[in-house]
């Protein structure tokens, strides 16, 4: 029997492709899928210091897999680019945040940990199921040192999204996050003060000169 020619093999290359992007792209069109609400970003000029919440993410799977004591994680993306004209976007400052629930099935306590950037930054057990959930749905007072001379434009922009647990299909993981959730950074809270008018050099009635004196 002959073998499949090229268009064959892309034909099947492509279905395999379409069948492995489905159930994320499903998932993503779910009115009730997780998202990133609640955001408040408070751009200091010299640092951002940023709180948000993800909804829709803590469901009765993720819940089972706690009561059989595995560990749950949500990895929170969060940082500035500098989107170019025909060219790739340039990354500026960026932080990631994973926060974490593991059941003990002697105690019947849950750990939670959350870890900025590969260090654990604050740990504490609970019995509430409702503490996990906003544990690893919450992060408050995140806060981004912001490079010197940072472009101030629509086109420099603070970004967050939430990657969470990775689900299987057809025995292949997939992520399930939800989208990007952007603000443009065109201008710090804090403006500095306006610069002083210097007065009109001819002398004229519209205010003193600098020196002080009339035609020598």
Same mark, same amino acid.
């Given at each position: 029997m002959p073998g499949l020619g090229w268009k064959q093999r892309w034909m099947g290359m492509g279905l395999l492709f379409a069948l492995l992007a489905a159930p994320t792209s499903a998932y993503a069109?779910?009115?009730?899928? @997780? %998202? !990133?609400?609640?955001?408040?970003?408070? +751009?200091?000029? =010299?640092?951002?210091? !940023? &709180?948000?919440?993800v909804e829709n993410a803590f469901d009765e799977r993720i819940t089972s897999k706690l009561e059989a004591g595995l560990e749950i994680s949500f990895r929170h993306q969060v940082g500035v680019r500098r989107r170019r004209t025909w060219w790739f976007e340039r990354?500026?400052?960026?932080?990631?945040?994973?926060?974490?629930?593991?059941?003990? &099935?002697?105690?019947g306590l849950y750990t939670l940990n959350r870890i900025v950037d590969g260090g654990i930054v604050e740990t504490q057990t609970t019995s509430e199921i409702e503490e996990v959930r906003d544990f690893l749905s919450q992060v408050n007072d995140l806060t981004? @040192? %912001?490079?010197?001379?940072?472009p101030r434009d629509r086109r420099t922009e603070f970004r967050v999204r939430a990657v969470l647990e990775t689900?299987?299909?057809?025995?292949?993981? =997939?992520?399930? +996050?939800? +989208?990007?959730?952007?603000r443009p950074l065109? &201008?710090?809270?804090?403006?500095?003060?306006? @610069?002083?008018q210097e007065p009109p050099a001819d002398g004229k009635p519209g205010g003193p000169s600098a020196g002080g004196g009339g035609a020598g």
């Open positions: 069109a779910r009115p009730d899928g @997780p %998202l !990133v609400r609640l955001l408040e970003v408070h +751009d200091r000029g =010299y640092e951002l210091t !940023v &709180s948000f919440r990354n500026l400052a960026q932080k990631k945040v994973v926060t974490t629930a593991m059941r003990d &099935s002697l105690t981004i @040192p %912001l490079p010197a001379g940072l689900r299987f299909f057809l025995f292949f993981p =997939y992520a399930h +996050d939800t +989208d990007w959730v952007t065109a &201008s710090p809270v804090e403006q500095p003060a306006a @610069p002083v």
